[in-house]
Protein backbone atom coordinates (compact mmCIF):
# COMPACT_ATOMS: atom_id res chain seq x y z
CA UNK A 1 0.00 0.00 0.00
CA UNK A 2 1.61 3.55 -0.56
CA UNK A 3 0.28 6.02 1.46
CA UNK A 4 0.39 9.69 0.79
CA UNK A 5 -0.20 13.15 2.68
CA UNK A 6 -1.10 16.45 2.25
CA UNK A 7 -2.16 19.63 4.07
CA UNK A 8 -4.13 22.26 1.92
CA UNK A 9 -5.64 25.39 2.33
CA UNK A 10 -7.58 25.97 -0.18
CA UNK A 11 -9.90 24.27 -3.11
CA UNK A 12 -7.44 24.79 -5.37
CA UNK A 13 -4.71 22.94 -3.66
CA UNK A 14 -7.14 20.24 -2.89
CA UNK A 15 -7.97 19.77 -6.62
CA UNK A 16 -3.69 20.05 -7.35
CA UNK A 17 -3.03 17.48 -5.33
CA UNK A 18 -5.83 14.86 -6.79
CA UNK A 19 -4.58 16.10 -10.44
CA UNK A 20 -0.80 14.63 -8.79
CA UNK A 21 -2.54 11.42 -8.05
CA UNK A 22 -4.31 11.29 -11.93
CA UNK A 23 -1.12 10.88 -12.67
CA UNK A 24 0.37 8.13 -10.90
CA UNK A 25 -2.44 5.97 -10.98
CA UNK A 26 -4.21 3.57 -14.17
CA UNK A 27 -7.26 1.64 -13.59
CA UNK A 28 -9.15 0.11 -12.66
CA UNK A 29 -9.47 1.54 -9.42
CA UNK A 30 -11.90 2.52 -7.32
CA UNK A 31 -11.15 5.72 -5.03
CA UNK A 32 -13.15 5.83 -1.74
CA UNK A 33 -13.69 9.41 -0.67
CA UNK A 34 -14.65 9.59 3.14
CA UNK A 35 -14.76 13.01 4.65
CA UNK A 36 -17.52 15.38 6.27
CA UNK A 37 -20.20 17.62 4.14
CA UNK A 38 -17.93 20.37 3.26
CA UNK A 39 -14.53 18.55 3.38
CA UNK A 40 -13.57 18.76 0.09
CA UNK A 41 -14.54 15.69 -1.73
CA UNK A 42 -15.76 17.03 -4.77
CA UNK A 43 -12.72 19.22 -5.18
CA UNK A 44 -10.87 16.08 -5.08
CA UNK A 45 -12.82 14.80 -8.02
CA UNK A 46 -12.01 17.93 -10.11
CA UNK A 47 -9.21 18.49 -9.56
CA UNK A 48 -8.88 14.62 -10.29
CA UNK A 49 -10.83 15.11 -13.58
CA UNK A 50 -9.35 18.11 -14.84
CA UNK A 51 -5.78 16.68 -14.67
CA UNK A 52 -6.56 13.29 -17.09
CA UNK A 53 -7.05 14.33 -21.06
CA UNK A 54 -10.05 15.39 -21.58
CA UNK A 55 -10.68 16.88 -18.72
CA UNK A 56 -9.67 20.37 -18.93
CA UNK A 57 -12.40 22.63 -18.52
CA UNK A 58 -14.38 19.83 -17.72
CA UNK A 59 -17.63 20.69 -14.68
CA UNK A 60 -17.60 18.36 -12.10
CA UNK A 61 -20.39 18.82 -9.71
CA UNK A 62 -21.44 16.32 -6.84
CA UNK A 63 -24.12 13.23 -7.68
CA UNK A 64 -25.42 13.74 -4.85
CA UNK A 65 -29.31 13.65 -6.24
CA UNK A 66 -28.02 11.60 -9.77
CA UNK A 67 -25.93 9.44 -7.85
CA UNK A 68 -23.54 9.26 -10.65
CA UNK A 69 -22.04 10.69 -13.46
CA UNK A 70 -19.27 9.53 -15.91
CA UNK A 71 -16.63 11.91 -17.43
CA UNK A 72 -15.32 11.36 -21.00
CA UNK A 73 -11.98 11.61 -20.22
CA UNK A 74 -8.70 9.19 -21.04
CA UNK A 75 -9.46 7.03 -19.15
CA UNK A 76 -13.17 7.40 -17.73
CA UNK A 77 -14.09 8.88 -14.80
CA UNK A 78 -17.21 7.37 -12.84
CA UNK A 79 -18.21 9.62 -10.01
CA UNK A 80 -20.71 8.06 -7.62
CA UNK A 81 -22.45 9.68 -4.38
CA UNK A 82 -23.96 7.16 -2.15
CA UNK A 83 -24.76 9.22 0.80
CA UNK A 84 -28.65 8.00 0.20
CA UNK A 85 -28.27 4.52 -0.36
CA UNK A 86 -28.99 2.47 2.28
CA UNK A 87 -26.86 -0.81 1.19
CA UNK A 88 -25.24 -2.72 -1.34
CA UNK A 89 -28.45 -4.12 -3.04
CA UNK A 90 -29.47 -0.58 -4.49
CA UNK A 91 -25.91 -0.63 -6.11
CA UNK A 92 -26.58 -3.82 -8.05
CA UNK A 93 -30.60 -2.34 -8.38
CA UNK A 94 -29.63 1.09 -9.65
CA UNK A 95 -26.83 -0.55 -12.23
CA UNK A 96 -24.15 1.59 -10.65
CA UNK A 97 -21.62 -1.76 -9.58
CA UNK A 98 -21.49 -2.12 -13.02
CA UNK A 99 -19.26 0.98 -13.24
CA UNK A 100 -17.10 0.22 -10.30
CA UNK A 101 -16.42 -2.98 -11.83
CA UNK A 102 -15.51 -1.04 -15.05
CA UNK A 103 -11.87 -2.23 -15.98
CA UNK A 104 -10.79 0.55 -17.84
CA UNK A 105 -12.26 3.57 -15.88
CA UNK A 106 -11.75 4.90 -12.12
CA UNK A 107 -14.39 5.36 -9.89
CA UNK A 108 -14.46 7.88 -7.47
CA UNK A 109 -16.78 7.22 -4.60
CA UNK A 110 -18.20 9.52 -1.91
CA UNK A 111 -20.13 8.51 0.79
CA UNK A 112 -18.57 4.86 0.86
CA UNK A 113 -20.03 3.55 3.69
CA UNK A 114 -19.22 0.06 4.50
CA UNK A 115 -20.61 -1.28 1.17
CA UNK A 116 -18.58 -4.27 -0.37
CA UNK A 117 -16.80 -2.38 -3.62
CA UNK A 118 -14.74 -4.39 -6.48
CA UNK A 119 -10.98 -3.65 -6.21
CA UNK A 120 -8.47 -2.69 -6.46
CA UNK A 121 -9.61 0.21 -3.97
CA UNK A 122 -7.62 3.02 -2.73
CA UNK A 123 -9.28 5.65 -0.04
CA UNK A 124 -8.65 9.33 -0.18
CA UNK A 125 -9.58 10.61 3.50
CA UNK A 126 -10.70 14.28 3.91
CA UNK A 127 -10.33 15.96 7.25
CA UNK A 128 -11.34 19.31 8.01
CA UNK A 129 -8.66 20.14 10.43
CA UNK A 130 -9.85 22.14 13.19
CA UNK A 131 -11.69 25.41 13.74
CA UNK A 132 -10.00 26.57 9.78
CA UNK A 133 -12.26 25.17 7.23
CA UNK A 134 -9.88 26.34 4.91
CA UNK A 135 -7.55 23.64 6.31
CA UNK A 136 -7.69 19.73 4.98
CA UNK A 137 -5.20 16.84 5.92
CA UNK A 138 -5.70 14.81 3.23
CA UNK A 139 -4.42 11.17 3.53
CA UNK A 140 -4.27 9.01 -0.10
CA UNK A 141 -3.92 5.16 0.86
CA UNK A 142 -3.14 3.32 -2.62
CA UNK A 143 -2.93 -0.37 -4.00
CA UNK A 144 0.76 -1.71 -4.84
CA UNK A 145 0.95 -2.84 -8.48
CA UNK A 146 -0.58 -6.59 -7.88
CA UNK A 147 -2.83 -5.26 -4.69
CA UNK A 148 -6.20 -6.47 -6.79
Known sequence: ???????????????SFAA?????????LVLLLEGELGAGKTAFVRGFVRALPGGE?????????????????????????LYRLADARGL????????????GAFSLVEWPRDLALPGPVGCVRIVT?????????????????GDA
Not at 1 to 15: A, F, N, P, V
Not at 20 to 28: L, N, S
Not at 129 to 141: K, M, P, S, T
Request: net charge negative; hydrophobic share 35%.
Open 57 to 81: GVVVQSPTFALARSYPTTPPVHHLD
Open 92 to 103: EELGLMELLRDQ
Open 129 to 145: AGEDADRREIAVELPDA
Open 20 to 28: EIARQVTPP
Open 1 to 15: MTRLHRTTHSEHETE
